[in-house]
């Protein structure tokens, strides 16, 4: 919408508005906030939304309800996006990019006590204790505690034990310290600085630095041997088996790589964006995250990937310095450097944070199959009218495949899908009646020719949907069936290129590209499998048919249904040859089966 429509009052804001980075909101008629959005240069970007149509009618609504608007300037674009991601989460503005992930992730923390304390937590206390995490995954946060439960006898009680507390004698010996899973703090059983030393070497755990510690009780193992405390040195070697054995099933990459952060995105042009966040330390992985927006306004996969950044900043205290990517953010963050790896160990993570994002995608998705069949369908439906172009959801859509070899018996199959899955009570088999020699675009005219003739005659329900296996010919010819029917235009139809991803619509030379991770593909494979698959069954029972029916047209005797019993036995000639008499018999009788066994081995 041109800006002379709007208000003269929002006309003037947007003419004095200054060219620095600040953060923008829109605002509805009722002063709702509708959006809110960061800008390098504030005055070019909030004057793009009214000087040009848009592609995206979502951005087109979202400018028609622009009634008011305010900004804030800030000194950096970093700090655009810190902002314009706190009032995003403050007033959840209906055109902006959704987080969905709003769910609170365990922690494991180091409490800041005089004998801490080590335990999982959902919730931040600002009392100087250590935070570690977050983790996704529970049980891999309780399989953390339980290595260092085995490892070091740890107090778990709540009591505020300060050096005062056990100089008084408040302290009494519980049940933890007798089966030696505790060494006594609150009776000083253990001091201040030995305690801390088993806190310094959990910490080593919880921040994935395993190669360190397996160091130390190495050298500790030694050390005990060479004095002859052997139970000691026993003890440690357990200890050293249990970290070996948690560092194996850590996700370790390159002992060469430091610290470094890595963003992988999962985005099939739904409206659904997957980002997983992984950060590096010595080689290892010790933290993921995936993170699911929602597209309000076709943001780009470079967008979501800036706010995801920040979100990540500020719910997870990541301070960055390297970023893989495999395309750079729309941003420019100071000290940070995106790299974009084509190869090696930093290429290997960006295909590892991919997958975990893609692998987010594939759960949810079957959840929702799960406990939401009909929500799953009816997205998949909405994604396949969007990509088509369709006027309505395509409900019914079938698919037709010519089968001939060498030209003999042409076939063609029909396979139907009803909500996006196969419903192989409706497939049919066409035999080619019309067509002499191996000509697909005539045998395809013929076939959806009397296919809809036939659907129109009986008075049932046309699809939504046809797609023809053949590419533009293949296309040509199915265009002129449905207009000699009458059909086109009330039915969509496409055609399939030998390469799945080109899809082609009448009348318009350049196909279609759908994207290799759309669901809308996935369809069309099946579709095209199963017609394939159906259409070469078909003729391969017509051509056996056919050679077992010439093999005995010359013996005496043997008729039409003797000739249909022994192909529906044998399958083919080849089979019906090396069969006993005694088999050819058990399906036409001992007469038959002389005449048909002498004519096929003559001596």
């Known amino acids: 919408m041109a800006l002379s429509k709007k208000s003269a009052e929002l006309a003037e804001k947007i003419a004095i508005l200054p060219s620095t980075p600040g953060v923008y909101t829109y605002y509805d008629a009722g002063g709702t906030v509708i959006y809110v959005g960061k800008a390098k240069n504030l005055k070019r970007r909030v004057s793009s939304y009214f000087n040009r149509t848009h592609d995206s009618l979502r951005t087109n609504l979202l400018v028609r309800a622009i009634a008011d608007m305010s900004y804030i300037v800030v000194p950096t674009e970093q700090d655009a996006l810190n902002l314009e991601n706190s009032m995003i989460k403050e007033h959840q503005p209906r055109y902006n990019v959704l987080l969905k992930d709003d769910k609170s992730y365990p922690w494991i923390v180091v409490t800041n006590e005089h004998y801490p304390r080590v335990f999982?937590?959902?919730?931040?206390?600002?009392?100087?204790?250590?935070?570690?995490?977050?983790?996704?995954?529970?049980?891999?946060?309780?399989?953390?505690?339980?290595?260092?439960?085995?490892?070091?006898?740890?107090?778990?009680?709540?009591?505020?034990i300060t050096p005062e507390?056990?100089?008084?004698?408040?302290?009494?010996?519980?049940?933890?310290?007798?089966?030696?899973?505790?060494?006594?703090?609150?009776?000083?059983?253990?001091?201040?600085?030995?305690?801390?030393?088993?806190?310094?070497?959990?910490?080593?755990?919880?921040?994935?630095?395993?190669?360190?510690?397996?160091?130390?009780?190495?050298?500790?193992?030694?050390?005990?041997?060479?004095?002859?405390?052997?139970?000691?040195?026993?003890?440690?070697?357990?200890?050293?088996?249990?970290?070996?054995?948690?560092?194996?099933?850590?996700?370790?990459?390159?002992?060469?790589?430091?610290?470094?952060?890595?963003?992988?995105?999962?985005?099939?042009?739904?409206?659904?964006?997957?980002?997983?966040?992984?950060?590096?330390?010595?080689?290892?992985?010790?933290?993921?995250?995936?993170?699911?927006?929602?597209?309000?306004?076709?943001?780009?996969?470079?967008?979501?990937?800036?706010?995801?950044?920040?979100?990540?900043?500020?719910?997870?205290?990541?301070?960055?310095?390297?970023?893989?990517?495999?395309?750079?953010?729309?941003?420019?963050?100071?000290?940070?450097?995106?790299?974009?790896?084509?190869?090696?160990?930093?290429?290997?993570l960006l295909d590892v944070s991919q997958r975990n994002a893609r692998q987010n995608r594939i759960d949810d998705l079957k959840h929702m199959e799960k406990h939401n069949p009909e929500e799953r369908t009816e997205r998949l439906l909405q994604r396949i009218k969007s990509d088509f172009r369709l006027s309505e959801l395509p409900r019914h859509i079938e698919c037709f495949d010519n089968s001939n070899i060498q030209g003999t018996n042409p076939v063609a199959s029909c396979v139907v899908f009803r909500d996006g899955k196969p419903s192989k009570r409706d497939y049919r088999h066409f035999n080619i009646r019309t067509v002499t020699g191996p000509d697909d675009f005539a045998s395809m005219k013929e076939v959806l020719t009397r296919r809809y003739t036939r659907l129109m005659q009986e008075g049932e329900e046309l699809p939504q949907l046809v797609v023809v296996d053949g590419g533009k010919g293949q296309l040509s010819a199915a265009v002129e069936a449905f207009d000699a029917m009458g059909i086109r235009g009330k039915v969509a139809l496409v055609g399939i290129a030998k390469r799945l991803e080109e899809i082609y619509f009448p009348g318009d030379s350049i196909p279609l590209y759908i994207d290799k991770n759309s669901e809308t593909l996935r369809v069309v494979q099946h579709l095209r499998d199963e017609a394939h698959r159906f259409g070469i069954t078909h003729h391969r029972n017509r051509r056996s048919k056919s050679q077992i029916t010439s093999a005995l047209d010359d013996i005496k005797g043997i008729g039409t249904k003797s000739a249909e019993a022994l192909l529906t036995h044998f399958k083919s000639v080849k089979r019906l040859t090396e069969a006993d008499i005694d088999e050819i018999a058990a399906v036409v009788g001992p007469a038959k089966a002389s005449l048909i066994y002498n004519e096929l081995h003559p001596e």
């Open 120 to 160: 999982m937590t959902r919730q931040h206390i600002r009392d100087g204790s250590k935070y570690y995490g977050p983790y996704t995954n529970t049980s891999v946060a309780r399989a953390v505690l339980e290595l260092i439960g085995k490892l070091y006898p740890l107090r778990t009680c709540r009591h505020a």
């Open 165 to 348: 507390y056990i100089s008084k004698g408040k302290g009494r010996l519980c049940l933890q310290y007798h089966i030696k899973k505790c060494r006594g703090c609150c009776t000083g059983e253990i001091d201040a600085a030995t305690y801390r030393a088993y806190i310094d070497r959990i910490r080593q755990i919880l921040r994935g630095e395993t190669q360190e510690l397996l160091d130390y009780l190495r050298e500790e193992m030694t050390r005990l041997a060479s004095e002859l405390r052997f139970e000691e040195a026993q003890e440690l070697k357990e200890n050293y088996r249990l970290v070996e054995n948690y560092r194996s099933k850590s996700v370790i990459v390159s002992q060469t790589i430091a610290d470094i952060d890595v963003f992988g995105i999962d985005d099939d042009s739904s409206p659904e964006v997957y980002v997983n966040y992984m950060h590096v330390r010595r080689g290892a992985v010790v933290r993921s995250i995936t993170l699911r927006y929602k597209r309000r306004l076709d943001e780009s996969a470079t967008e979501i990937l800036a706010y995801a950044m920040e979100e990540v900043r500020q719910s997870l205290g990541a301070e960055y310095s390297e970023v893989v990517v495999a395309e750079a953010p729309e941003i420019e963050l100071n000290g940070v450097t995106f790299t974009i790896p084509q190869r090696g160990d930093k290429a290997k």
